[in-house]
């Protein structure tokens, strides 16, 4: 039988303490990933965690729901929290250390926090969650700026969030290289989310629709125009009665700007509520 290498998961909650470990770390050579995640983990999470074993030293993954970053305050109320289980979860998966603050360790009374990222913050999900990546922006920067990890691991599955975090290390100048890791679903397609245990068993069936369009819409890539190919995937969700869709837009994946003929990079990319829980994906398509 393979002997198992333990770790002894380190659980902090002040920014003195991390700071008084990664010291420690930092003065034994040792170079430093940053998983930094809302909680309720799933393989999704897990899977950036394993990514990010193989590619630093030492593994940092941060839980902190983030205030700033919701629009809507009823998400923010029942975005799950299960702790002891994200606790066990982080263990078995031989994670380093977790830094879970509180709201009171993160934000002081009265911040501000405004940062230019250009069109990235009024399309798609900008357009439709109106300042959530303000406080994106607002609370990676603080983690960067407590943790300074060399390596930071982010999933495709928020795309559009990943194009604005590397736009704001552009803008600010800081010094951490981004991986963008897999998307991971469960075994019908639906891309794994923490919100998904809002879903009832008829929701999840219905919103399966959600990376089927995306699935045919790769199938299909290179026989259809951009516009066919959204038609398509927007008739195949509208079929489902609890499924409104929000957007589904096939983008230039440096600008999330709709491909054009010249566009050689593309992603699609959907977002829609499945009753009262809303759910993003996307697929690359070249
Ligand atoms: P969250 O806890 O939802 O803020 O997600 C934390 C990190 O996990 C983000 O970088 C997400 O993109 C990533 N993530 C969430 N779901 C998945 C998934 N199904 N597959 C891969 N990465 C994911």
Sequence with gaps: MPLLKTTVLKVITTNNDLQRILFQMRSAGKTIGLVP??????????????????????????????????????DLEKYPRPIESDIEKLTQAGCDMLFAPSVKEMYGSNETWRLDIGR?????????RPGHYQGVTQIVYKLFDMVKPDTAFFGQKDYQQFLVISKMVQLLHVPVKLIMCPIIRDSGGLAMSSRNVHLTENEKKQALVISQALMLVKQQFAFQTVDQLKTLATSIINKEPDVTLEYFEIADRETLEPAGRDSVKIVALVAAKVGHTRLIDNIILA
Excluded: R, W
């Design 37 to 74: 995640t809302m909680g309720a983990l799933h393989n999704g999470h897990l899977s950036l965690l394993a990514i990010a074993k193989t590619t630093t030293d030492i593994v940092v993954s941060t839980i902190f729901v983030n205030p700033t970053q919701f629009n809507d305050p009823a």
């Design 120 to 128: 990235l913050e009024t399309i798609l999900e900008g357009k439709f």
